[in-house]
C-alpha cells in the first residue's frame, strides 16, 4: 500500500480521555500510559492541555522529554498564551505536535466565543501563524465541525491551510454526526477547498450517539487520513471513539476499507487494561475487542463450531490483540524470576522495586487463593503498582461484623507518611470500614458509587471494587482489589481520595473542548 493508505492514529487519552469525570491522573501516570501508546506505535499522543494547570503542564513535559517515537502533542486554544505554554512545555520533544483549535459553528460562535465569523476566522489565522512560529509541526481543529455551516469550514480550513496548519480537524465535538452525512463533510471539504492536498483531514468523533467509530470510519472512507481515539473510547460524556474499535476494524476489514495503520495490534489488551487501572474504569465485559467476554463463547452451537474451526465464531485471534490462552499460569510455588517473565508477557514494564512490591502481594494472594490466573494478577499489579505516588495508603484492616453487630472496622493507614489508626462503627462493614477512613481524614465528599465484581470465577475469587465519590461537582472513581472484599473497598475509597487530592489541585480553562 502507498503512504496515501496509510491512517494516522492520534490517541488523545491523557487529554479528552482524562476529562472524563473521576479520570484525573498524576504526571507519572500519564508517562505510564504513553509508554504503552508509545509500545504500540500510536503516531501522535496528545498528552494535555499545557495551559490548564501547572500539573498539565508538567504533565505534558514530561511525556515530551520521555517520549521518542511517537509524536507529542498539547491542545491550545487559538490565543497566544495557550500557543506558547504549548511550545514551552513540548520543547523537550523529539517531534512536537501544537494542536490549536477555535469554535465554528452558529451557535458556539453566538453564545461562547461572542464572535462574528470574520473575527473567528483572522484569530484562526493568527493563532495558526503564531504556533508554525514556534513548532514546525500544527493542527487547526473546528470545534463543533459537525453542527458548523459547510461554506463556513471551507473558507476558515483553506485560511488555516495557507497560515501554514499541515493537519485539519473536523470533529463531531457533541456527537452529533451520523455515518453517511459525515463521510459527505469529509469529502465535500476535500473536493471544495482548493488546497486541501496540503494537509491531512483529521476526525476526531465523540459517541453520544453511539456512533463514535462508526463516523470516523466512514469519514475514513470519504478521505480523512488521521482519526483521533482513546484507549477504551475515555472521553468525556459518553466517550469517544475507541482506539481498540478503529484499529482492529481497519486491520480486519482491510478487504473493503483499503487502508492500514501501523499499530502493533498485540498490545491493545496491555494498554487497555492499564487505562482501566490507572483511571479505575471498568472494562465492560462485553465490550468490543477488550472486554473479558470478546473472546468468550457459552452458547453450545458457538462452542461446537469452535472446536471444528475457530473462524466460524472468532473474526479475530485472541493473540491478534495480545489476549494469551492460557489459564492457571502461577502459583504460590512460583519464583520472582517466572513471576517477572508473566509480567512482561501481560505488557507491564515495572522496575525492579515495583516488581518486588508487585510479587510480595502476589505471594500473599497465592497463600490465600488456591489459583491465580492471569486476571489476578492484573489486578493485584494495577492496585499494587499503580498507586506508588499516593499521599493515602492503606496498610492494614480488622472487620468485626454478622448479624448480631455492632459493625466495627479498625483500620491503619499511612498520612503523608504517617501511620495513623482508627476505630469505627457502622451500618455494615462496608460502612463501617468507610467510615474509618472518614475518620482519618476528614473530607465532605459523598459516596456516589459503590460497585464488585469478581475478577475471576470461584469463591475465593479476588475481588475487584470501584467508589465513585464526589466533592463540590468534581467526580473521581477508585478502583481497589483484594481477595478479602473489604480490603478491596478500602483501598478502593482510599484511592479515590488520593484522586480527589490531585483534582483540587487542577484549575482548567474555561474551554477544553475539541
Known amino acids: 500500500m502507498s503512504s496515501n493508505d496509510r491512517v494516522i492514529i492520534f490517541d488523545t487519552t491523557l487529554r479528552d480521555g482524562e476529562q472524563s469525570p473521576g479520570a484525573s491522573m498524576t504526571g507519572e501516570e500519564k508517562l505510564r500510559i504513553a509508554r504503552a501508546l508509545e509500545r504500540l506505535k500510536v503516531d501522535v499522543i496528545e498528552a494535555g492541555f499545557a495551559i490548564a494547570s501547572p500539573g498539565d503542564f508538567a504533565?505534558?513535559?514530561?511525556?515530551?522529554?520521555?517520549?521518542?517515537?511517537?509524536?507529542?502533542?498539547?491542545?491550545?486554544?487559538?490565543?497566544?498564551?495557550?500557543?506558547?505554554?504549548?511550545?514551552?512545555?513540548?520543547?523537550?520533544?523529539?517531534?512536537?505536535?501544537?494542536?490549536?483549535?477555535?469554535?465554528?459553528?452558529?451557535?458556539?460562535?453566538?453564545?461562547?466565543?461572542?464572535?462574528?465569523?470574520?473575527?473567528?476566522?483572522?484569530?484562526?489565522?493568527?493563532?495558526?501563524?503564531?504556533?508554525?512560529?514556534?513548532?514546525?509541526?500544527?493542527?487547526?481543529?473546528?470545534?463543533?465541525?459537525?453542527?458548523?455551516?459547510?461554506?463556513?469550514?471551507?473558507?476558515?480550513?483553506?485560511?488555516?491551510?495557507?497560515?501554514?496548519?499541515?493537519?485539519?480537524?473536523?470533529?463531531?465535538?457533541?456527537?452529533?454526526?451520523?455515518?453517511?452525512?459525515?463521510?459527505?463533510?469529509?469529502?465535500?471539504?476535500?473536493?471544495?477547498?482548493?488546497?486541501?492536498?496540503?494537509?491531512?483531514?483529521?476526525?476526531?468523533?465523540?459517541?453520544?450517539?453511539?456512533?463514535?467509530?462508526?463516523?470516523?470510519?466512514?469519514?475514513?472512507?470519504?478521505?480523512a487520513r488521521q482519526v483521533e481515539c482513546t484507549i477504551n473510547g475515555l472521553g468525556e460524556r459518553a466517550g469517544n471513539a475507541a482506539l481498540e474499535e478503529i484499529v482492529m476494524a481497519i486491520k480486519t476489514r482491510q478487504d473493503l476499507l483499503g487502508v492500514h495503520t501501523r499499530i502493533e495490534t498485540e498490545h491493545i489488551l496491555a494498554a487497555s487494561r492499564l487505562v482501566s487501572g490507572i483511571t479505575g474504569f471498568p472494562v465492560q465485559p462485553n465490550k468490543a475487542i477488550v472486554g473479558a467476554n470478546a473472546f468468550a463463547h457459552e452458547s453450545g452451537i458457538h462452542q461446537d463450531g469452535m472446536l471444528k474451526n475457530a473462524e466460524t465464531y472468532e473474526i479475530m485471534t485472541p493473540e491478534s490483540v495480545g489476549l494469551s490462552r492460557s489459564t492457571l499460569v502461577m502459583g504460590k510455588h512460583s519464583g520472582r524470576h517466572a513471576f517477572k517473565s508473566k509480567l512482561e508477557e501481560l505488557g507491564f514494564s515495572l522496575n525492579d522495586n515495583e516488581i518486588q512490591d508487585a510479587f510480595l502481594r502476589f505471594k500473599d494472594l497465592a497463600d490465600a487463593k488456591k489459583d491465580v490466573y492471569d486476571e489476578d494478577i492484573i489486578a493485584l499489579v494495577d492496585d499494587a503498582v499503580l498507586r506508588h505516588n499516593d499521599r493515602l495508603r492503606f496498610v492494614s484492616l480488622q472487620v468485626v461484623c454478622g448479624s448480631k453487630g455492632p459493625q466495627t472496622a479498625e483500620l491503619e493507614m499511612e498520612i503523608d507518611g504517617a501511620a495513623k489508626t482508627a476505630k469505627a462503627e457502622g451500618n455494615g462493614p462496608v460502612d463501617a470500614t468507610f467510615a474509618a477512613i472518614s475518620q482519618l481524614f476528614p473530607h465532605t465528599a459523598s459516596l456516589q458509587l459503590y460497585q464488585v465484581h469478581a475478577v475471576t470465577e470461584g469463591t475465593d475469587a479476588q475481588a475487584e471494587v470501584t467508589v465513585r465519590l464526589e466533592e463540590a461537582g468534581k467526580t473521581v472513581n477508585g478502583q481497589g482489589a483484594d481477595h478479602d472484599t473489604l480490603v478491596a473497598s478500602a483501598r478502593a475509597y482510599i484511592n479515590a481520595l488520593n484522586k480527589l487530592l490531585v483534582k483540587r489541585e487542577k484549575t482548567a480553562p474555561q474551554v477544553m473542548s475539541a
Open 59 to 223: 504533565a505534558v513535559k514530561l511525556v515530551a522529554d520521555n517520549i521518542k517515537d511517537s509524536t507529542v502533542c498539547s491542545l491550545a486554544r487559538a490565543v497566544d498564551a495557550d500557543i506558547e505554554r504549548a511550545a514551552e512545555a513540548l520543547a523537550g520533544a523529539n517531534s512536537g505536535r501544537i494542536h490549536t483549535f477555535i469554535a465554528t459553528s452558529p451557535i458556539h460562535m453566538q453564545y461562547k466565543l461572542r464572535m462574528q465569523p470574520d473575527q473567528v476566522v483572522e484569530q484562526a489565522v493568527r493563532a495558526v501563524k503564531k504556533a508554525r512560529s514556534l513548532c514546525a509541526d500544527v493542527e487547526f481543529s473546528c470545534e463543533d465541525a459537525g453542527r458548523s455551516e459547510i461554506d463556513f469550514l471551507c473558507r476558515i480550513i483553506e485560511a488555516a491551510i495557507d497560515a501554514g496548519a499541515r493537519t485539519i480537524n473536523i470533529p463531531d465535538t457533541v456527537g452529533y454526526a451520523i455515518p453517511h452525512q459525515y463521510a459527505d463533510t469529509i469529502r465535500q471539504l476535500l473536493e471544495r477547498i482548493p488546497n486541501a492536498d496540503k494537509a491531512v483531514f483529521s476526525v476526531h468523533c465523540h459517541n453520544d450517539l453511539g456512533l463514535a467509530v462508526a463516523n470516523s470510519l466512514a469519514a475514513v472512507v470519504a478521505g
